[in-house]
């Protein structure tokens, strides 16, 4: 794991950026899952001005969500699939043609989540996997108790997820009680994964992911045995790791 600690949370978006940034020159075609929460806004922000600057290009790139809420449609305000589209995609001077939604408001999500990921394989493999960590340790919807071997699935949020995610809705009771998450095997298939750690809540979480041990109850701990993880996090996030 490569641990890159920046000051704050400007630096890491910059950084995330040109870790992207790098990325795409070295691979028109790359293929990316994007997160969705407060942490990667800044990062949308950075790529889209810069994509309007005509400095990076994702028109070839082909795109994957890790996560999305059961029930909510693309049009949704709160579904992740608008989220992305309302601070990526719309933004961007072209519309990725690319875009491979997770449909969350299907009837068969078994076999959303079988063809999701026979799409990844279809695409290649995921390239980057961009993720952001929940405070209880999750990567993706991977809740604690994930099995290692996970695969994409339906899963049952957690109280404090929902909490955790609760702003857009007004009230946790209208936070949906499942969501459609790629499994940690999905995650692990990923050439390159980059963790993005913003804010002192998330030191817990990041010190137990860096430092314990691999475990299903801290999801996030498998990516200690990934090749090629870039963990970027700001000061308040990587405070307890040397402690
Ligand atoms: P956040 O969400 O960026 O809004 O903190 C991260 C997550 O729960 O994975």
Same mark, same amino acid.
């Given at each position: 794991?490569?641990?890159?600690?920046?000051?704050?949370y400007?630096?890491?978006?910059?950084?995330?950026?040109? @870790?992207?940034?790098?990325?795409?020159? +070295?691979?028109?075609?790359? %293929?990316?899952a994007?997160?969705?929460?407060?942490?990667?806004?800044?990062? $949308?922000?950075?790529?889209?001005?810069?994509?309007?600057?005509?400095?990076?290009?994702?028109?070839? *790139?082909?795109?994957?969500q890790?996560?999305? $809420?059961?029930?909510?449609?693309?049009?949704?305000?709160n579904?992740?699939? @608008? !989220?992305?589209? #309302?601070?990526?995609?719309?933004?961007?001077?072209?519309?990725? &043609?690319k875009?491979n939604?997770?449909?969350?408001?299907?009837?068969?999500l078994?076999?959303?989540?079988?063809? !999701?990921?026979? *799409?990844?394989a279809?695409?290649?493999?995921?390239d %980057?996997?961009?993720?952001?960590?929940?405070?209880?340790?999750?990567?993706a919807?991977n809740?604690?108790?994930?099995?290692?071997?996970?695969?994409? =699935?339906?899963?049952?949020? &957690?109280?404090? &997820?929902?909490?955790?995610n609760?702003t857009?809705?007004?009230k946790?009771?209208?936070v949906?009680h499942r969501?459609? &998450?790629?499994?940690?095997?999905?995650?692990?298939?990923?050439?390159?994964?980059l963790?993005?750690?913003?804010g002192?809540?998330?030191?817990?979480?990041?010190?137990?992911?860096?430092?314990? #041990?691999?475990?299903?109850?801290?999801?996030?701990?498998?990516?200690?045995?990934?090749? =090629?993880?870039?963990i970027? +996090?700001d000061?308040l996030?990587?405070?307890l790791i040397?402690?």
């Amino acid at each position: 794991m490569k641990l890159i600690i920046l000051k704050d949370y400007q630096s890491l978006s910059l950084c995330a950026a040109d @870790f992207i940034q790098q990325q795409l020159a +070295a691979k028109p075609n790359l %293929v990316l899952a994007l997160p969705t929460g407060a942490t990667p806004l800044g990062l $949308y922000a950075e790529l889209v001005r810069r994509a309007q600057k005509k400095q990076i290009d994702f028109s070839r *790139a082909t795109f994957f969500q890790p996560d999305e $809420y059961v029930g909510l449609a693309q049009n949704n305000k709160n579904s992740f699939a @608008f !989220y992305l589209k #309302k601070n990526f995609f719309a933004q961007l001077p072209i519309f990725p &043609t690319k875009v491979n939604f997770f449909s969350g408001a299907a009837k068969d999500l078994a076999k959303v989540c079988l063809d !999701y990921e026979k *799409a990844i394989a279809q695409a290649g493999g995921l390239d %980057v996997a961009i993720l952001g960590i929940g405070q209880n340790g999750h990567i993706a919807f991977n809740e604690p108790g994930s099995a290692l071997a996970s695969r994409a =699935r339906v899963i049952d949020l &957690t109280m404090e &997820t929902r909490r955790a995610n609760s702003t857009a809705f007004g009230k946790t009771s209208a936070v949906p009680h499942r969501a459609v &998450t790629l499994g940690l095997v999905d995650i692990m298939s990923a050439k390159k994964i980059l963790l993005l750690v913003s804010g002192e809540q998330k030191a817990q979480a990041l010190a137990k992911a860096v430092k314990g #041990k691999v475990s299903p109850q801290v999801p996030a701990s498998v990516l200690q045995s990934h090749p =090629r993880v870039v963990i970027m +996090a700001d000061r308040l996030a990587s405070s307890l790791i040397n402690s």
